[in-house]
């Protein structure tokens, strides 16, 4: 069980706000945390790795406390068992993949070094340096080498926000694979909706450092009062008038779909906002998020 209750001071593109988050994560959870940019995401993972320390709080992991304000205790993080992926990949340039992997071990294994390079199809590279292979593959070797360190908590820092559609498609399935096969407990950091769909146990979405709901990726997201056929969320990616109609462009994935709005539509949506599409006997229904 993970027990975190923080509170930090941070600027933003509005001035300051508080990061202020009382959250708990039960063993072998996949908790995302949601939201724009500058809504606290990243701190929050960087508080738990002991990179950022709050002004007040408490965090306990699987019953050792890591981090109390009011007992001054603040485990550095050498001494946390965490595995981080950011989103640049921070592999050591001038060690091959197999060095970046051993580096990340406290005792020297190499059988499991082998293991975790033939499940992520990586044998074949480990002579390599990180900057004679992809992204997806540099993705890859900093997934290996996250989970190698055995972690009791796994951070991933929107980890493919870097990559194309079909590379992030796929290792979206190896980081469910790692998850489920090493039994990690992993918060992972994403602003991708389909992305937290797919891989998320639970959700949290924060504004301004705030929680403002919290729960399964279909409660948080789609948790609506209607009677659809289908629904999806989405943003406005444009507007524009056509004689006597609305024509609203909105992106889902790759795919981009145009949608006629009402009159009414008009008066609570613009290009920007994030909606739902549903159908309701093939009349499609947009919702503001």
């Known amino acids: 069980m993970i027990r975190l209750e923080v509170t930090k001071k941070l600027s933003g593109s509005e001035g300051y706000f ?10 072998g959870t996949l908790q995302t945390i949601y939201g724009k940019s500058g809504s606290g995401k990243t ?30 205790i603040n485990l550095p993080p050498q001494k946390r068992k965490i595995g981080f992926v950011f989103q640049d990949y921070s592999l050591f340039p001038t060690m091959t993949v197999w060095e970046n992997l051993l580096f990340a071990q406290e005792k020297r294994n190499d059988g499991k070094v082998r293991e975790l390079l033939e499940l992520t199809g990586l044998l074949a590279l480990k002579d390599r340096f990180p900057s004679s292979i992809s992204g997806g593959q540099q993705q890859r070797v900093a997934l290996a080498r996250a989970v190698l360190r055995e972690p009791e908590i ?18 979206q399935d190896e980081i469910l694979n790692f998850h489920k096969q090493f039994n990690l407990t992993t918060l992972l950091v994403s602003h991708d909706k389909q992305e937290v769909f797919k891989l998320s146990d639970k959700v949290t979405i924060l504004e301004m450092g705030q929680v403002v709901r919290n729960g399964t990726a279909p409660e948080v997201f789609l948790n609506r009062n209607t009677s659809n056929k289908f629904s999806f969320a989405s943003t406005i990616l444009s507007i524009r008038k056509v004689d006597c109609i609305y024509l609203a462009v909105i992106g889902s994935g790759n795919e981009l779909f145009e949608i006629v709005l009402t009159e009414n539509d008009m008066d609570d949506l613009k290009v920007g906002d994030e909606v739902l599409v549903a159908s309701k006997a093939f009349n499609p229904v947009v919702m503001k998020l």
């Open 43 to 72: 701190t929050l993972l960087r508080i738990l790795a002991g990179l950022v320390k709050p002004e007040r709080g408490y965090i306990e992991v699987n019953g050792k406390v890591w981090f109390d304000s009011d007992a001054r």
């Open 154 to 171: 796994l951070l991933l820092d929107e980890p493919l926000s870097a990559l194309d559609q079909k590379t992030r498609t796929n290792l």
């Open 18 to 27: 508080d990061l202020s988050l009382n959250l708990s994560i039960l063993p």
